[in-house]
């Protein structure tokens, strides 16, 4: 697969329209609601439409497999589950792929990679297919919910815990030293990010299509400059697949990977009202009330945490705070406290 870096993303207003007109016979894969909010930005119809309505495998397939044959050109048009499903399709019918997402907050739209899910779990890779170029029409982005998109800078900004817990376990003796020069790049992604997203805000200080470009290159950018050190353990991320599985519910995935880099911050004591300052800069949920998480959901989040990390049947073996000192009991209760004033 091509590096994120490499994708060719255009933008513009009437893009859709101005794109479409010239696209050969195509299938769309959607959802109901990215389809009805983008329909009306097409000059040509598709000539046959496939709804995504989970990622189980079976269904990913049958979908690929009714679709028509004569077509040329597969459009995936969404976010996440839509996007990734148009992958498969294209790669099963052998036809080049169009991305039009409806919000710029997903990886999906800059990787190829379309994974195998069990439940909740990806525990493989079904496909890996490069897009032709993506559409990222202006109009239709804005239509979306504004966390939506803001969603996509909470999923670079939790990097924070992966800093947060290297700074903890060399100042109590574990692991290397913290290397400072290490992390320099990260922590000047993150600063061209909480500095200058407010910056690109209306007057109403609503997004604009400044603020799609900026998110959109901020998520395409982070895969060349986020810290990877094995002193800095991904829990954010981890957090997220544990509070799915253990609730069997999604959330927003930027959105819960921006609680967990807080939580991590918390438990480490590393500062975490800076990282919350940063978060609502950027107009990036996290706290559990906005995300609609219950105080049972979050306890049943962070217990699955520490087994989620430790999987080794998975393949996980995640050495982190997270999973040698869960957040349980009155440190979950203290920790709940926490949240519901910040």
């Known amino acids: 697969m091509k590096p994120a870096r490499e994708y060719d993303i255009r933008f513009g207003h009437g893009l859709l329209k101005a794109t479409s007109a010239s696209w050969p016979d195509y299938v769309v894969v959607t959802t ?8 009306p930005f097409l000059a040509r119809q598709p000539i046959g ?23 040329r050109l597969v459009v995936g048009v969404g976010a996440g589950r839509a996007l990734d499903h148009a992958k498969l399709v294209a790669k099963r019918k052998g036809l080049p792929l169009v991305q039009v997402p409806t919000v710029v907050s997903t990886g999906a739209i800059i990787h ?42 909470g999923d670079v900004l939790c990097g924070y815990a992966g800093i947060s817990e290297w700074k903890y376990n060399a100042a109590h003796g574990r692991g290397p030293a913290f290397d400072q020069p290490t992390v320099a790049g990260t922590e000047a992604h993150h600063r061209e990010i909480y500095e200058g997203f407010p910056k690109t805000l209306g007057v109403d200080k609503g997004l604009t299509p400044d603020s799609v470009r900026f998110i959109m290159k901020a998520v395409q ?46 438990h480490t004591s590393q500062e975490p009202e800076v990282l919350i300052d940063r978060l609502d800069r950027c107009k990036v949920r996290f706290r559990p009330a906005d995300m609609a998480i219950s105080k049972e959901e979050l306890r049943k989040g ?36 926490w949240l519901s004033k910040v």
């Open 221 to 266: 950018d982070r895969d060349d400059r986020m810290l990877r050190h094995t002193a800095a353990p991904g829990a954010d991320h981890n957090f997220c697949f544990a509070i799915e599985k253990a609730n069997d519910r999604y959330w927003i995935h930027g959105e819960a990977c921006a609680l967990g880099a807080v939580l991590v911050a918390w």
């Open 112 to 153: 190829g990679f379309v994974g195998d899910w069990t439940g909740r779990v990806i525990t493989g890779s079904l496909a890996e297919v490069d897009c032709e170029y993506v559409v990222v029409d202006h109009d239709l982005v804005l239509k979306a919910p504004e966390h939506l998109n803001t969603a996509g800078l």
């Open 302 to 337: 962070l217990d699955e945490t520490a087994r989620w990390m430790g999987d080794k049947s998975a393949g996980r073996d995640v050495d982190s705070i997270m999973r040698r000192e869960p957040v349980v009991g009155k440190r979950f209760e203290d920790c709940w406290n």
């Open 49 to 71: 439409i496939g709804y995504n309505k989970w990622l189980d495998k079976t269904h990913l397939e049958e979908v690929a497999a009714a679709l028509p044959n004569q077509a």
């Open 32 to 39: 109901p609601t990215a389809w009805k909010t983008a329909q």
